[in-house]
């Protein structure tokens, strides 16, 4: 918009600089002809920016010459080629996994083959040059699928660009005959719409006369997602080798980053936690995923009753001044930082517990290839804090090139066999739940049970660039916002329960309590807020087990004033949205934490209603549709949550709002099996039938995606397919699919 209000800025002024320049005295009649001349003369040479009729654009073109030149940052091409680069990997990624399997494609390139890649965010290049891509060359696909079979919103342009029949490459045509690519999809066998993305990916280049080299790989996300992986890369390269006349071993065991210790460097540039330049200078910006919001929390409270064994937080964020703005259905992005246990465990085992506070620059030796990952310079306790994932559970490829620098061949020889024996792995990590570090402890021989020290843990010679290279960023954790801004127009609100369980033992691990770690964070936060200790939970077997502890103060202690905390959180984007007219009836199904976005559906209903009644009298919902709420868990009296809220929303909404509740620990059905939200779905199905077939109402479910969402759709279709006269597998199953299509059925489920 700025452009434009200067283009026209200056075409005013061109009138009375037109008359000056003729250098002679006018008439009143001579002004106006000489100026309508002028404005005439004006939109002629403006007509095309002026008049352009509205056309819906695939992707903005560049010129051929930038096109074809290295000065246009958007083009790939002359970037390849300006890097002597053979390979260019696409990803298309939500929350960085993607990218991280995009990356490690490269370096597994380079490291095999000698080939250099680019590895490219489709949001920052032009494809009409594709076609252009040497035949040398390969281009690979690493695409995950969002959502209810969404691209991620990177790979938007790139989905439209390759299925839209009127986008064209450089040569004029749909063709991209003889280019070799290669697709690996990022899926969740849980959600209907199974790697879908990096399948469409796949049929769109083969329909172009692209030639795939190997398999397309397929990542299961709701299983193992690296397991997957590394079966399918050894078979992809070994076709990848033959189609591009490369043999393994031209590459060469290079490391991506170089590590350096400061010797002098100014404290306030050093980052201890900062996620951007902004939050480490603290000067005002945008706040998105890329520079977090440090928002105060006004409100933490446990909505599980006091006798629970188990914990869940809700939590308000104040965004008062922040520029941050949602709607209800938005997702909360939350940035938790690693437990102190876990941090400390990795420096014994680095040998850096004595030197985790000094100052390290870090620098990529390829940058097209990895960057580095956060900010620099920072330290070594920081980036094991704040920047990487030290969490996770440790993949069984990164204890293979970990066993060279192992204090002894026992312990060389323990990680190998981890890395070959698949089945070793998954008894003894997966199941184990084992973090790296606890992996490099076991194998040392030291105990796991014990507080890591320096005098109890085993070093290990590890250079510090490989720990970069390997653990992947620490990401958000996503959760559904449980507010609307329409009641609560300066906070946001998360529902959150806090995930704890027992790993699974083996004859080398013992059993252990695993943690959640955003929402364990997000536990510590609440007992701080209330200036309570964390305790210690019993177990069933009567151990006493403490709340993992954090560092929950910030970098520099930015995360506490006075008595106030703060985390760092952001706001992503969702479709998932009630409709835009109050007379649709509208059908909510969302057990457990599945209600948090319902609850902001009610609140936006109920802002809506006030305004309605305010204008049109006590009459004005009469018209309203019918708005269903299907809400499940174990007690009334244990985990109903918000039950102290949902009767005011009925009165509010003059008898519009209808809860139907399950306990499936408390009310059993005649044969004494559980009660859950499917069956009170199917009790309630003449009105469902009718609010969906006659009311065009609006189906939304939110909640665990394996089980619940999909006996809950099962259901839906059995009703469906009875009220048209026919069966769930056919008129039902199409009634289903028809509703996702028009977006009158919506998900926000997770595995």
Known sequence: MADDS???????????????????????????????????????????????????????????????????????IAKMKDGKKRLVIFYGSQTGTAEEYAIRLAKEAKAKFGLSSLVCDPEEYDFENLDQLPEDCAAFFVMATYGEGEPTDNAVQLMQNYEDESFEFSNGSRTLTGLKYVVFGLGNKTYEHYNVIGRRVDAALTAMGAVRIGERGEGDDDKSMEEDYLEWKDGMWEAFAAAMG?????????????????????PEKVYLGEYSARALTKTKGIHDAKNPYAAPITTARELFAAHSDRNCVHIEFNTEGSGITYQHGDHLGVWPINPDLEVNRLLCTLGLYDKQD????????????????????????????????????????????????????????????????????YTVVAEGCLKLAEVLQLAAGNDIKQAPTTENTTQWSIPFDLIVSAIPRLQPRYYSISSSPKLHPGTIHATVVVLKHENIPSEIVTKKWVHGLGSNFLLNLKHAVNQQPAPAYDTKDGQKVSVPAYLIEGPRGAYKTEATYKAPIHVRRSTFRLPTNPKSPVIMIGPGTGVAPFRGFIQER??????????????????????????????????????????????????????????????????????????LIWEDREHIAQAILEGKGYVYICGEAKNMAKQVEEVLAKILGEAKGGSAEVEGAAEVKLLKERSRLMLDVWS
């Open 6 to 76: 200067n283009a026209t800025s200056g075409f005013n002024s061109a009138i009375p600089l037109a008359l000056s320049a003729t250098g002679m005295t006018t008439s009143s009649s001579d002004v106006v002809v000489l100026g309508l001349g002028v404005v005439l003369a004006g939109l002629y040479l403006f007509k095309d920016q002026l008049f352009a009729t509205s056309k819906p654009k695939i992707a903005p073109l560049a010129s051929k010459t930038a096109l074809n030149g290295s000065g246009n940052p958007r083009d790939f």
């Open 246 to 266: 490369v043999e393994e071993g031209q590459g060469g065991d290079s490391p991506d980053f170089v590590v350096s210790e400061l010797e002098a460097h100014a």
């Open 358 to 425: 000094a100052v390290i620059g870090i620098e990529s030796l390829d940058p097209a290839l990895a960057k580095v990952p956060f900010p620099v310079p920072t330290t070594y306790a920081t980036v094991l804090r704040h920047y990487i994932d030290i969490n996770a559970v440790a993949g069984r490829q990164i204890l293979g090139s970990l066993a060279k620098f192992a204090p002894t061949p026992e312990a060389e020889a323990f990680l190998k066999e981890l890395n070959t024996n698949k089945e070793k792995y």
């Open 606 to 679: 109920i802002a809506l209603a006030r305004r309605a009644i305010e204008k049109n009298g006590p009459d004005a919902l009469n018209d309203w549709g019918r708005i269903s709420l299907f809400y499940g868990c174990r007690r009334s009296d244990e985990d109903f949550l918000y039950s102290d809220e949902w009767e005011q929303y009925k009165e509010e909404l003059k008898g519009k709002f209808h809860l139907h509740t399950a306990f499936s620990r408390e009310k059993f059905k005649a044969d004494g099996s559980k009660i859950y939200v499917q069956d």
